[in-house]
């Protein structure tokens, strides 16, 4: 089993950046590929970004590709998520992610409680 915890989040004006962790534990956590799921008021879950468990690929969803980046620090247990150039439709709850194969497609296996980011304009 994995654990997932997530933080960094809170309130910013538009076009400001904040950053996001998430702190793996139990298991091999450093195998695993990560991510960012994110869910907004009244919308359905989606994919933002993921790594693999090298740090060698990124994936980003469209809406944040250019704004957004992904990093791990293995050594650590730890993902990040740089968000730069915030707006008001990036406001939702922010979920780590973690699964053996890939975060990129499916439904990961592990997900973090969430952490809040509003974004006001």
């Known amino acids: 089993q994995v654990q997932l915890v997530e933080s960094g989040g809170g309130s910013v004006q538009a076009g400001e950046s904040l950053r996001l962790s998430c702190a793996a534990s139990?298991?091999?956590?450093?195998?695993?590929?990560m991510g960012w799921f994110r869910q907004a008021p009244g919308k359905e879950r989606e994919f933002v970004a993921g790594?693999?468990?090298?740090?060698?690929?990124?994936y980003y969803a469209d809406s944040v590709k250019g704004r957004f980046t992904i990093a791990r620090d293995n050594a650590e247990k730890t993902a990040y998520l740089q968000m730069n150039n915030v707006g008001p439709e990036d406001t939702a709850v922010y979920y780590c992610v973690a699964d053996l194969r890939t975060v990129a497609a499916g439904t990961p296996s592990y997900w973090g409680q969430g952490t809040q980011v509003t974004v006001s304009s």
């Open positions: 139990g298991g091999t956590s450093s195998t695993y590929a």
């Open positions: 790594i693999s468990w090298t740090g060698g690929t990124t």
